[in-house]
């Protein structure tokens, strides 16, 4: 009885398995013809001074609009696409949708401090020989004003290539790029090494944020990275701001520019652009 007991439950288990490993594999058939189909779209959300409530940047957020399951989140297919590869072409395809976005945006707001975009970069695309090249043909293709695209890279992926980044990262800094450390406070930084990279802005991780409660305690980690940005002379971008109190604190404490639902969740270009034309 036993036996067959444990039988039935590994049947149970193995058709479980199956049907996972079916889904994936038709996950990835389909993510392949993705880019050819043209279902992926970039969502902005705005990355905001706190002292003016003034939109300085935006952050371009992949999203896969996939034709029955909806807008697939970056979380679910970016893990697969560095693993299979196709996370170099799709990087591309961000980091050119991005420049042409961003010049329309530019055109249509036009501002002293004009309008800057920020790119998430994957380990894989960081890591490739030809990057600051094929970049440098992008911008000059790009009638973006310069100095206006930057790049998030997260702290490990910094971190990963040691000595080798910094080379890296000064090239991008070459070309007028202006660099984030992404996730900032989740890695495993060697702190010493942060004031040898050519970085502009860290964003506090949306973690430390969420500390913050709403009599504006826990904020002393908040409060460390602020010191360290300000310290080592960069600026700071504090993620996932959702509340009020949580805004009081990081403004309190000297940060000076914020994202979050708060301010606005990711939005399609033309909701962005409502979003700018009420809110500045
Ligand atoms: P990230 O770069 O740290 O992006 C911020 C994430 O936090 C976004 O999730 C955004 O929607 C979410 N977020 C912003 N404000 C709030 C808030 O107030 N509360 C909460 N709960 N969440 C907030 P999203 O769009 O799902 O992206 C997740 C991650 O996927 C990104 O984290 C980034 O690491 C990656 N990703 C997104 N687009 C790309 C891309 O084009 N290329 C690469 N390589 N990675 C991307
Ligand atoms: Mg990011
Ligand atoms: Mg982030
Ligand atoms: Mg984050």
Redesign the pocket.
């Known amino acids: 009885r036993a036996k067959s007991n444990g039988k039935a439950r590994f049947e149970v288990f193995d058709n479980a398995l199956h049907e996972e490993t079916i889904k994936l594999l038709t996950m990835e058939t389909e993510f392949r013809h993705a880019l050819a189909r043209q279902e992926f779209e ?2 902005y ?1 705005p990355i905001v001074d706190v002292n003016n409530g003034e939109t300085i940047s935006l ?5 896969w609009k996939h034709p029955t399951r909806g807008y697939i ?3 679910e297919f ?1 893990p697969l696409a560095e693993e299979n590869g196709l ?1 170099v072409d ?2 591309w395809w ?1 980091l050119e949708e991005a420049c042409r976005q961003l010049s329309l945006f530019q055109k249509r707001f036009p501002k002293q401090n004009p309008l800057s975009m920020s ?4 380990a894989k ?1 960081f890591s490739q020989a030809d990057l600051s090249g094929k970049l440098a043909a992008l911008l000059g293709q790009s009638d973006i004003i310069p100095g206006t695209l930057e790049l ?1 890279i ?1 702290e490990s992926v910094i971190m990963d290539q040691g000595a080798a980044a910094i080379g890296r990262l000064e090239e991008l800094k070459d070309l007028g790029v202006k660099l984030y450390v ?2 900032f406070g989740t890695g495993y930084s060697s702190l010493s090494y942060l004031h040898r990279f050519p970085i502009d802005i860290l ?1 506090i ?2 973690s430390f944020i969420r500390e913050i409660d709403a009599t504006g305690g826990h904020a002393e980690i908040v409060r460390a990275i602020v010191g360290l940005g300000r310290n080592l002379g960069m600026a700071l971008i504090a ?4 509340t009020e109190a949580q805004l009081a604190v990081i403004r309190t404490l000297g940060c000076q520019f914020a ?4 301010y606005s ?2 939005l399609p270009a033309a909701d962005i652009e409502a979003y700018i034309a009420t809110k500045g």
Not at 59 to 63: F, G, V
Not at 119 to 122: D, E
Not at 239 to 242: D, Q, T
């Open positions: 970039l969502h959300q952050e371009a957020l992949l999203r989140p970056p979380l970016i996370i799709l990087g961000v790119v998430n970069i994957s695309q998030e997260t992404d996730d964003k991780d949306r993620e996932g701001v959702e994202q979050g639902y708060l969740r990711p």
